[in-house]
């Protein structure tokens, strides 16, 4: 079966750090672009960070810009978010979505089941 | 940074009838780069159509998309009790990817 599944969600203090993980079975996770999208509690979805299929290119949105970095390990079919100097506006359920092809210009045909990220003191 | 907005925000229909859906993009969206997205309570986004007017693996053939340029529309042809649902569209062919901020189908 083709699949994402998310780790890494938690409660976080303002200010803190924290890492999620993508994890991908079922396909050639080398030969796709992945991406991150957010969605706050009742609101709609926000698109957060892309890396290419082989980590070479990257993006991110001008709200995250600086403060978190994706990164992907394709010996283990793995994609990462390490979220920085976090803040109460990235409190958000996280999704990783895969793009149809290599590129990260495509639409986002298989998403994971997503890991929620509280920011709270 | 295009954006996209959807109408209406709510749409009340029962089963069986035609639903016709809008986004309209604040500039001309690259080569149909266009997708719209079903999303159910407690559930993650599944792809319905992507470049404008593709179905998906899987899409009945009763999703249908449309239109090219700023003006793009998803149409339901005949509703089943699963469709009602939350609709983004999002346009692919310029970074930031922009979502629209949905269009919700409910059971009238």
């Known amino acids: 079966e083709v699949q994402l599944v998310e780790s890494g969600g938690g409660l976080v203090q303002p200010g803190g750090s924290l890492r999620l993980s993508c994890t991908a079975s079922g396909f050639t996770f080398s030969g796709y672009a992945i991406h991150w999208v957010r969605q706050a509690p009742g609101k709609g979805l926000e698109y957060v960070s892309a890396i290419s299929s082989n980590g070479g290119s990257t993006y991110y949105a001008n709200s995250v810009k600086g403060r978190f970095t994706i990164s992907r390990d394709n010996s283990k079919n793995t994609l990462y978010l390490q979220m920085g100097r976090l803040r109460a506006e990235d409190m958000a359920v996280y999704y990783c979505?895969?793009?149809?092809?290599?590129?990260?210009?495509?639409?986002?045909?298989?998403w994971g089941q997503g890991t929620m990220v509280t920011v709270s003191s | 940074e295009i954006v996209l907005t959807q109408s209406p925000g709510t749409l009340s229909l029962s089963p069986g009838e035609r639903a016709t859906l809008s986004c309209r993009a604040s500039?001309?969206?690259?080569?149909?780069?266009l997708a719209w997205y079903q999303q159910k309570p407690g559930q993650a986004p599944r792809l319905l159509i992507y470049g404008a007017s593709s179905r998906a693996t899987g899409i009945p053939d009763r999703f249908s998309g449309s239109g090219s340029g700023t003006d793009f529309t998803l149409t339901i042809s005949r509703l089943e009790p699963e469709d009602f649902a939350v609709f983004y569209c999002?346009?692919?062919?310029?970074?930031?990817?922009?979502f629209g901020q949905g269009t919700k189908l409910e059971i009238k």
């Open positions: 979505a895969r793009a149809r092809s290599d590129w990260y210009g495509d639409a986002f045909d298989i």
């Open positions: 999002q346009q692919y062919g310029s970074s930031p990817y922009s």
């Open positions: 500039q001309s969206v690259s080569s149909s780069y």
